[in-house]
């Protein structure tokens, strides 16, 4: 019987990276990292084996570990993600920063500020904001009915209240206004090589079509008719498309226009006031 190092070091081998293999493995026996590393010549049970050289075999795959174990953490929360929706991205989080300094900033005056997050996936930005912020009445929309209801899921098991509304873009939430409309849209180009090693993901979550422009500059000409007076529209984009989508928020009448970078230091969110 095989030791919790030895099938630690046997899938190392096959090049799953070493904190990929202890997540894991560590789901698979409903323990931690921690005691993985302190009982590292504990021998593996035959069932536990064949689950974890199960899900092994699907992460050399190319499947993200957090389809495997279920669960992804995004900003403090854990949610629960699968091949419904789009994996969130710790980037994204500089995102939900920005809301929450406008919502406790300029936007603090008002009682229940009504905020949407346009194409909300897990429901990983709605529901960190509406964390933050339990006073926002947060709208999350998507076009994807499954994963609407892996967001509602995800609302119900952390206590959050959300309304969710299907459709694409702004015309999931016709005839309404906000005070903040935030979005991480598909982004990707068509053709770019990133999405081969993302193949596993949902591709209209990832891509909206040639430029990767196309969703991005849709939710902005819709803008106009959706924000009230004054209203903030914030946007994750890819690195190089800040000054695109500068120019389009110009073109729309929108003010105030600013980026924020992500961890990594490259232009990520761009946002301004209409």
């Known amino acids: 019987m095989s030791s919790v190092r030895e099938v630690l070091a046997a899938t190392r081998l096959r090049g799953v990276e070493r904190l990929d293999a202890q997540l894991l493995l560590a789901h698979v026996l409903g323990r931690n990292r921690t005691w993985l590393l302190t009982h590292d010549d504990s021998p ?86 509406s964390r933050a912020l339990p006073r926002c009445r947060m709208t999350a929309t998507d076009a994807s009915a499954a994963a609407l209801a ?20 702004w015309s999931a939430v016709q005839g309404r206004r906000f005070s903040l409309a935030i979005s991480n849209p598909p982004y990707i180009a068509a053709g770019d090589a990133h999405l081969r090693a993302l193949r596993c993901e949902p591709l209209n979550a990832l891509t909206p079509g040639t430029t990767g422009l196309e969703a991005l500059l849709e939710i902005i000409a819709g803008a106009a008719d959706q924000l ?47």
């Open 150 to 169: 892996v967001a509602r899921a995800n609302a119900g098991r952390l206590g959050l209240s959300i309304e969710t509304a299907c459709g694409s873009w």
């Open 228 to 274: 009230l007076s004054e209203g903030w529209l914030l946007l994750e984009h890819g690195f190089d498309q800040a000054e695109a989508v500068r120019a389009a928020l110009q073109a729309q009448g929108f003010k105030r226009i600013a980026m924020r970078p992500d961890l990594a230091g490259l232009p990520r969110c761009t946002g301004g006031q209409l």
């Open 44 to 129: 593996l049970e035959p069932a536990a084996g064949a689950a974890f050289e199960a899900l092994a075999s699907r992460r050399v795959a190319g499947e993200p570990l957090a389809y495997l174990v279920g669960i992804r953490e995004f900003h403090g929360l854990s949610l629960q993600v699968d091949a419904r929706v789009l994996v969130p991205r710790p980037d994204t989080e500089v995102l939900v920063d920005w809301a929450i300094e406008l919502l406790r900033g300029e936007l603090a005056g008002i009682a229940a500020p009504e905020v949407v997050d346009l194409g909300t996936g897990s429901g990983a930005i709605a529901l960190a904001v």
